[in-house]
């Protein structure tokens, strides 16, 4: 902890009434995006020892899994002794049964407490959105169509906990306990083999807890892609979930195809929407706490022009008695902004522009915004629900789109680990009902074959 007084803190400042705030959000939000290769000057020197040249964190994604998919196990175990310097082999890289059941009882009891309430709170909510099975039945002719839609969980799924900076058994209860609810029967949970990952008691404790057994030490993109590709020990999956960091973030990208993902995660980040009625000590601690994931982005954009310098100074106080306050400070001054706005409708603009993971609305009457606001991840109504009752309780998951992708993506959900496939059925009478139009619709195209298809069944030319 630090004096206050002596700090300072060069956050972006944007004022509406005076200047064009397209310009600057537009590089903000470019910065956060995978595109923008955000990686520490200690990474990109440990790039160049690791490969021998100043490889693009795409390249070395493409390396990484390309080595991985053509090697096999050897390819992982030799990336982690690299990247992570744990020599592992196939039968070490895998948790046993007795390590989980010996952290489950190692963990304090309060904390595997807390870990049921917010798995019941997430089965809740997650189990209360879960699409249905649909059928449906119409007239066609002189007979009936039937049509359906079935959903069947996914076979088997992977889940990405990061490991490096901090233990997250947040992550694991926000992928897994979804996929959970929608009835997938495997569950491959990967961390990295250090002290915050697969030898964490709490970690694994967690896992004993939710029923996951099967737990693999390791991480990174050469943990994305053996997943993916399947290799020795480690059954390919059908779909992977999970954050990450930038490397991470890129694998799942390289791998798609191959198998689903969830999306292509970016550095956390907040837009706080503030009105007068906003506390500045609240407002500054929602922006630091998703700026101490180091990077990650904290953007308040208010109406009420005392809010700027109350939050500023707010900031200043707070980040100096933060064990991480260092690091959420650059963060702040690389990827944050505060914003006065002309009004609450250009602050809405402003925030759909750069469509946040979390968008917190902290202000008198909050629902009165939400029909003015379409790109966000997940929105926190109210002074007093904290982006952290979401990130760890509530029930709906933490793992939101990022870098702007929220004008299109959704948050991860139970339906997201449902494999759907549409149900039709004809009677021969209802066939005949369609024919008509099924062999016009083919011969517009082309595709004599259709028609035909009809035709042989029905008995016309």
Known sequence: MTDSS??????????????????A??????KLSPQGDIVSAAGRQRTIDLFGAPLTPQQVVEKICGDVRE????????YTAKLDRRE????????????????????????????????????EFQQAILNQDVSIERASGAGRVVLGQRYLPLRRIGVCIPGGAAAYPSTLLMTAVPAQAAGVQEIAVIVPPTDFGGYNVDILAACHE????????????????????????????????????????????????????????????V???????????????DLISQAEHSPGSGVMITWHRPLMDAVRTELIAQLAQLERGDLARTSLEDYGALILARDTDEACRLSDLLAPEHLHVSTANPESLLDKLQNAGAIFLGHYTP???????????????????ARFANGLCANDFLKRSSIIRYDEASLRGDAGDICRMADKEGLTAHGASVSVRVGEE
């Open 6 to 23: 002596s700090q300072t803190l060069n956050i972006q400042t944007i004022n509406c009434h005076s200047e064009d705030p397209i310009t």
């Open 25 to 30: 959000l537009s590089e903000l939000r470019r």
């Open 71 to 78: 090697q096999g196990l050897p390819a992982v175990l030799d």
């Open 88 to 123: 592992l082999d196939v039968d070490t890289m895998r948790v046993t049964a007795e390590e989980l059941a010996d952290a489950h009882a190692a963990a304090d009891e309060e904390y595997l407490a807390t870990i049921r309430r917010i798995r019941d709170n997430v089965l």
């Open 210 to 269: 939710l029923g996951i057994t099967e737990v693999i030490r390791v991480g990174g993109a050469q943990g994305v892609a053996a997943l993916a590709y399947g290799v020795e020990g480690i059954p390919q999956v059908d779909k992977i979930v999970g954050p990450g960091n930038l490397f991470v973030a890129l694998a799942k990208q390289h791998v798609f195809g191959d198998v689903d993902i969830d999306s292509i995660a970016g550095p956390s980040e």
């Open 271 to 285: 837009v706080v929407l503030a009105d007068e009625t906003a506390r500045a000590d609240f407002v500054a601690s």
């Open 387 to 405: 982006v952290a009752a979401g990130d760890y309780v509530a029930g709906p998951s933490h793992v939101l789109p990022t870098g702007g992708t």
